[in-house]
Structure formats: structure tokens, C-alpha cells
């Protein structure tokens, strides 16, 4: 994996509180800026992705599928409308 260094300029009172967070999770800084991070981008991709899937739907069509569920078959137990 490719290393690179970016200065991260952050208000202290964030510093302080990110550096007592990282302490008590047991992670470096560092570590726990790139955790972070990629949480962050996770959160962005699947957004993207679940709006991106949502223009291909077809609503009339889950609807159909839907009307079929669980016809002839009887409710499970621990079933409840």
C-alpha cells in the first residue's frame, strides 16, 4: 500500500477531543483519522449507490411482487399484522 503525508490543520479544541477519543478506542491518531475517513467515504458511496439503484427501480413492478407474497401459504407462528 502507497503511503503519502497531508498536513491536517484541525481547531485544537477538535484535536484535543479526537486525540482523547483515539486513546480510549487504544488506536493511534493517525489510525483513527483514516478510520475516519473511510467511514465517512463508506457513508457517501452507499448513498450514491442506493439513489443510483432507486432511478433503475420499478415501482409497479415491486408492487406485483409483492401482492404475491405469502399467498397460500399460512402465517408462521410468531407471525402478527
Known sequence: ???SNF???LQPSLL????KVAA???VALNQFINVAVAEK???LRTEDYFRERAKRGNV???LKILKRSGKGN???PGDKL
Open 7 to 9: 498536513a491536517l490543520r
Open 74 to 76: 399460512p402465517p408462521m
Open 41 to 43: 467515504l463508506s457513508a
Open 60 to 62: 409497479p413492478a415491486a
Open 16 to 19: 484535543d477531543e479526537v486525540r
Open 1 to 3: 500500500m502507497r503511503k
Open 24 to 26: 480510549d478506542e487504544g
